[in-house]
């Protein structure tokens, strides 16, 4: 089972908010999820990441894959390297 660390569409139409999510890769993108470890505002200004970078690390290490753009944020937020 491939597992992705991915964002999760919980806001209305032109207000995206989002979750950060632990996911099997087969399943949509606001469908089903293993784990919510944190949650993303764009709109906000500065925009707001939270995330739980321990429970990031310990996913990582089962072998979990962050998209591109949570990567970027990890990154952006000093969670990753």
């Known amino acids: 089972m491939a ?3 991915r964002l999760k569409r919980i806001g209305q139409k ?3 908010y989002y979750r950060v ?3 099997d890769a087969r ?3 606001d469908g ?6 944190g949650h993303y505002n764009p709109l906000a200004d500065p925009s707001v990441f939270t995330v739980d970078a ?3 690390k310990d996913w ?3 072998g979990a894959q962050p998209t591109d753009t949570v990567r970027s944020l990890l990154k952006k937020n000093g ?3």
């Open 54 to 56: 321990e429970k990031v």
């Open 3 to 5: 597992v992705k660390i």
């Open 27 to 29: 399943s949509p993108r």
């Open 14 to 16: 032109k207000q995206p």
């Open 60 to 62: 990582m290490k089962k």
């Open 21 to 23: 999510v632990v996911a």
């Open 32 to 37: 089903r999820f293993i784990e919510e470890i």
């Open 79 to 81: 969670v990753l390297e």
